[in-house]
């Protein structure tokens, strides 16, 4: 059964929209499908294990109180096992996530 659609009005900074258009436009993504996939990932976002590459959702997962790292659901894997220049290179990775969600993983 298909999805209802909605129409929805959004304001959006002149520039990013004309700079975002060129892209999407190159990549042949249509405006609406990047909006509505990236406001499905803020709804319930997922992860890849850094260690196994097992995908999760944040929701299903546990933050570790050592490293504050959020655990892999399957290998229960966080960032104290890594070594601290592969710990730094994910923290790092964790921001531009985080930049793009508005806030912390969890
Ligand atoms: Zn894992
Ligand atoms: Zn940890």
Redesign the pocket.
């Known amino acids: 059964m298909a999805k209802t659609k909605v129409k929805v009005t959004i304001a959006i900074d002149e520039e990013v929209l004309k700079k975002s258009e060129k892209n999407l436009s190159e990549k042949n993504i249509p405006r609406s499908r990047i909006i509505e996939s990236f406001l499905s990932y803020v709804s319930d976002p997922h992860l890849y294990c850094f260690s196994c590459g097992e995908k999760f959702l944040v929701s299903k997962a546990d933050v570790?109180s050592?490293?504050s790292?959020v655990k892999c659901v399957k290998c229960k894997n966080?960032?104290?096992k890594l070594t601290e220049q592969t710990s730094n290179a994910v923290f790092q990775m964790r921001k531009v996530y985080e930049d793009l969600i508005g806030g912390r993983v969890k």
């Open positions: 570790c050592k490293c790292f966080c960032s104290c």
